[in-house]
Nanobody, 123 residues
Framework: QVHLVESGGGLVQSGGSLRLSCAAFELSMSHDVMRRYVMSWYRQAPGKERELVATETADGDSTNYADSMKARFTLSRDDAKDTAYLQINNLKPEDTAVYYC???????????WGEGTPVTVSS
């Protein structure tokens, strides 16, 4: 069974940057876990619904971003490390949220979620 673990969140001042990580682990300790999945990032701000930040296309050739996040957010991945990333630049207080990674299995669309990593942006 594959597990996702996010990290990299924290308290940052407005205008700062963070790189969030999402590591994929399989209890059988097999390699090349993340290669089987299409990765996305979501966030959930206090009192709000979870919203999509960025998602890869199925062929992996491009990434789609929420309109309000195109300029400052970048999803990337390193399959050799079984890790996906979300780079966030010029952070704003409204970016305060818990950020979750999501993995969709390429072969049957089953999805996995991590526990989230909180980001707090001070003004």
């Amino acid at each position: 069974q594959v597990h996702l673990v996010e990290s990299g969140g924290g308290l940052v001042q407005s205008g700062g940057s963070l790189r969030l990580s999402c590591a994929a682990f399989e209890l059988s300790m097999s390699h090349d876990v993340m290669r089987r999945y299409v990765m996305s990032w979501y966030r959930q701000a206090p009192g709000k619904e979870r919203e999509l930040v960025a998602t890869e296309t199925a062929d992996g050739d491009s990434t789609n971003y929420a309109d309000s996040m195109k300029a400052r957010f970048t999803l990337s991945r390193d399959d050799a490390k079984d890790t996906a990333y979300l780079q966030i630049n010029n952070l704003k207080p409204e970016d305060t949220a818990v950020y979750y990674c999501n993995a969709r299995f390429r072969y049957n669309n089953n999805t996995l979620w991590g526990e989230g990593t909180p980001v707090t942006v001070s003004s």
